[in-house]
């Protein structure tokens, strides 16, 4: 027998996982969608605020607006750490001090060579850095200023190295001269290693036993050749900022302290070297570009070089999160970047809002066609659903039960009454009566009761025998074990038959509707109507049309995505023209004709099938309009204006509409569009039932 063991799956994402929710965060996106905003700038919008799980299902996830402002903040307090000239500033305390303690040596003197020194101490140039060159080979009288001036040389060596290296100052404190050969050996086996690289031949072996032997010199471990270039060259680029940074007798007395430091050190080379090396491999890195510090402390070069490294960082982390550039994506944002300016939280808000845009397009609410952003018909339908529940919501007035549901069948609804089967019914079957009916025909027959209980009994269909066979097989009724149905025992429910509508709902498009804050509404409404017939009433035939100067069709999920029109014009003479085609298609159904609108035609369509705009409108536009306002009439298709503005030629056109075809007129607030449009059509649909 075989033995099988059990343990984690570990070979890719767990099959048997539940998928991931995002219904949260699509209504969130939805509902900047359903105010009017493209897909695409509403995911943009979720991703910038972040999810808040109203329900407490999941931890809140914080958006990118937050960690850019915890961003900001950060550089904030970098740039009020200190000065940058802070080594300079040390430097020159250092010097003067070595130079007064020599004086006071000297003073009590009265030889010449006391006076000469003297002199030679006074024609020192006021530049730091030339001023310790001059000294390099000054015979120090005083043991005090000989020991403060290699003091300062071996600030300056630290400072420098520090610079470069991350952490050298601390492991060159204790000035062993053994160090400093290994910091000259490490930096000749570097520069080695990179022009191996630079010929093909390195290898990571090469970089594993370089790390094995001078690894404790690098605190930010680098794994690979490349991650220890970056880490330098971004050091050496902020570097290059301190020197741009000041002022330009500052960067060159740095400059000169710098070179005079490397050069006693020996290392004067092979820093070259590597300089060269390091702008060579990333020239990307900004060098040379000015940073202001306002802080009122001095910094050390080393420290001021980690400040401005890190300011170089949060900038370009800055810039990734802010996304304000075309085709930004979330993989832009440096996750290692991240985790060292905000930690690891951080890093996991990341990551779930990664996840957000991804499973939205994995699992179908979003595409992405030729790089634009959209809407699928899955999401369209979770957003109609959406904006059909806030409809309902606030419908607080009324009877429960005031729009239909959708019943198992093509006939209607059920009354609670049963008939006897025709042929060509539709109606569900009465199992109880029918059965019911057979047992009490068998029994006034003198029929068999069926062993077992009635729950286990079959159910045979045979056709009646004729009269003039003989033989029990021959008589309808019971037999051992059955029930058998005859044709005339077979009942159906009743039910209240409906008839089915095409409803056509007119949308105005055109500039007015924003200039008025009625679109987002009026997307709202469309979404919500469309959910509710689709959905409750699958019968009736919907079309939505747009207008502006021209008239279209629209498909949901264009609406929910769609734009306003930037023309001139309201074209409802092409929309009713488009209307009228739908329900001609449908001439069994009964019409139901839905106009939102927030101005009178200013359009129509001339003969040549061109739109021709005059404001105000003109008589061709009205004459042309009522006119398909009297074929609607003849249709029987009742129209119902929703006006969204209070325009007296808007009012005079509607009520000219209203007393030719009948209709009603609504004037509701923006926000109660929805309310009075949905149930306007359940009142239509009742009425008509």
Known sequence: MSRYRYGAYEDGPDPLAPPYDVRDALDAMGDSVLDGTRPDEALRDLLRRGLRDAQGRLPDVRGLDDMLR????????????????????????????AIGQERAELFPDPSDEARLREAELDTLPSDTSQAIRRLSDYEWRSDAARETFERLKDLLRREVLDAQFQGMKQALANQDPAAMERVKNMMGALNEMLDRDARGEHTQEDFDRFMEEYGDMFPDAPQNLEELVDSLARRAAAMDRLLASLSPEQR???????????????????????????????????????????????????????????????????????????????????????????????VDDLAALRRIEAELERQGYLRRNRGK???????????????????????????????????????????????????????????????????????????????????????KLVEPAPPDTGGAGSRPGLEPGGVRLGVDDFEVHETERRTGAAVCLLVDLSYSMVLRGTWAVAKQTTLALHTLVTSKFPQDAIQIIGFSNYARVLHPTEMAGLDWDMVQGTNLHHALMIAGRHLDRHPDFEPIVLVVTDGEPT??????????????????????????????????????????????????????????NGGRVFAPDADRLGEYVVSDYLRVRRARR
Not at 618 to 631: F, N, P
């Open 252 to 346: 060159a007395e740095l400059a000169g302290l710098m070179e005079q430091a490397m050069q006693d050190a020996g290392l004067a080379m092979e820093m070259t070297r590597l300089g060269d090396a390091l702008r060579t491999r990333r020239p990307d890195l900004g060098w040379g570009r000015a940073e202001q510090m306002s802080g009122e402390d001095p910094l050390g070069m080393g420290d001021a070089t980690t400040a401005l490294a890190e300011l170089a960082d949060l900038s370009e982390l800055e810039a990734a999160l802010g996304q304000d550039y075309p085709g930004a994506r979330l993989d832009d944002i440096d996750e290692d970047a991240v985790r060292r300016a905000l930690g690891r939280q951080a």
């Open 70 to 97: 915890q961003v900001r903040e950060r550089r904030r307090a970098l740039r009020d750490r200190g000065r940058l000239d802070g080594t300079l500033e040390e430097a020159r305390a250092l010097l003067d001090t």
């Open 373 to 459: 952003l959209e809407l699928t018909p899955k999401a369209v339908r979770r957003l109609g659903e959406t904006a059909l529940r806030r409809v309902f919501a606030q419908l607080t007035t009324g009877r429960q039960g005031d729009h239909d549901q959708r019943d198992a069948g093509q006939a209607g609804e059920l009354t609670g009454a049963s008939r006897e089967w025709r042929f060509g019914d539709e109606q569900p079957l009465d199992v109880v009566r029918t059965v019911s009916n057979a047992i009490r025909r068998s029994a006034m027959e003198g029929g068999v009761r069926p062993a077992g209980p009635p729950a286990s009994a079959t159910l």
């Open 603 to 660: 359009a129509h369509l001339r003969p040549d099938g061109r739109s021709l705009f005059d404001y105000p409108p003109s008589t061709d536009t009205l004459v042309l309009t009522l006119a398909e306002v009297d074929k609607m009439t003849r249709r029987g298709a009742c129209m119902n204006f929703f006006m969204l503005a209070e325009d007296r030629r808007l009012v005079s056109f509607v009520e000219e509409v209203a007393r030719r």
